[in-house]
């Protein structure tokens, strides 16, 4: 006989369904995967979903904030080396680790840019990656003599190769890390080691660029702020909006559970109307068969006192037939 499952906590349960969560987004997309199949994949409701995280939002920023987490502590530990060739040897070798490692979280972080994950896009990893490897680019580029303004650039620039290669190698997973992480720093620190300090470009190239249509203006910090405002409320709408499903989905849900109950006392009183009908039947029954079992004693009753009249006239009839008869007789 198996033993009975036991009964997960609270939060056993939260970490079930975000480690489903994470196999689920990772292979569809956040806009792929939805609360039914996380609850079905779970075996539990959808309100238990609703109940931990308010939604599919809740559930897939959780898990790209763990992920991110995860990354920037790996690439974190790297560049606390002491040598800048170290220190880019180990970043490099720790995304490779990452995405070999844990490939399901690199493919949610480069998969989607959802506004659910708030911040947390890989776009605003690699720029939190890209602003500790700045430090970095800022002491080699003041030791070569370079403009250090110029290192945030640099290191938007070295971490995206890094980063893009790392999704290639997701996929194609050859050669080995190692020799990735090797090419890598080959071409990012013998790049760095020969650095002109004020590059420019040829002659035809700056007369073709000057032809070109000029880029729309990059938005002000202002635009970007009020963009930024404008998620934040449209999350906030999103958010209520789940608050009022789960809210309705537990007003439904009481609501039947009373129908259930009225039905149930319904059912009960009928029952217990039958039940009470029923002996009353039995005790007008038992009353009747009373009733009867009287009147058949009382006409017993009667029949005997008639036949013992009748036995008694009978018998005094007898004695004064006798008697006349004894008159008629002649004395001898």
């Known amino acids: ?27 569809k997309g956040f806009d792929g995967t939805s609360v039914e199949e996380i609850a079905a994949t779970a075996n539990v409701s959808k309100p238990v979903v609703y109940e ?3 939604g599919k939002e809740g559930v897939y920023a959780v898990v790209v904030d763990r992920e991110m987490q995860k990354l920037l502590g790996m690439v974190t530990e790297a560049l606390s080396a002491s040598h800048s060739l170290i220190k ?6 720790a995304l490779l680790a990452y995405v070999e490692e844990n490939s399901e979280g690199f493919r949610i972080l480069v998969r989607d840019s959802h506004a659910a994950s708030g911040t947390g896009t890989f776009a605003s990893l690699i720029n939190d990656i890209a602003s500790q490897v700045e430090d970095v680019m800022v002491d080699e580029f003041v030791e070569r003599d ?8 640099y ?27 090797a090419h890598l720093v080959n071409l990012a620190w013998n790049g760095l080691t020969g650095l002109n300090p004020q590059p420019r470009l040829t002659a035809s190239s700056r007369g073709l660029e000057q032809r070109r249509t000029p880029l729309p203006p990059r938005p002000t910090d202002k635009e970007l702020r009020e963009m930024e405002k404008a998620r934040e409320r449209e999350l906030k709408e999103q958010e209520k909006l789940r608050e009022r499903e789960v809210r309705e989905a537990a007003k439904l849900e009481r609501e039947r ?3 259930r109950l009225r039905e149930q006392r319904e059912l009960e009183k009928s029952n ?14 038992e009353k009747a068969r009373e009733r009867e079992l009287k009147e058949q004693e009382k006409i017993r009753v009667r029949e005997a006192k008639t036949a013992e009249r009748e036995a008694a006239r009978q018998a005094e009839a007898a004695g004064h037939a006798g008697m006349e008869q004894e008159k008629l007789e002649p004395t001898e």
Request: hydrophobic fraction near 40%; charge should be positive.
């Open 1 to 27: 006989m198996s033993e009975p499952r036991r009964r997960m906590s609270g939060k056993e349960r939260r970490e079930q369904l975000i480690q489903i969560s994470r196999t689920l987004f990772a292979e």
């Open 52 to 54: 931990h995280f308010g």
């Open 88 to 93: 880019l040897e180990r970043a490099a070798l």
């Open 146 to 153: 370079y403009d250090p303004k110029l290192a945030p650039m």
């Open 155 to 181: 290191a938007q620039m070295l971490v995206g190769m890094v980063a893009l290669t790392g999704q290639w190698w997701l996929d194609v997973r050859r050669p080995p890390r190692e020799e990735v992480a």
């Open 257 to 259: 559970e009373k129908l």
């Open 272 to 285: 217990e109307r039958e039940f009470r009908e029923r002996e009353r039947l039995l005790r007008d029954q």
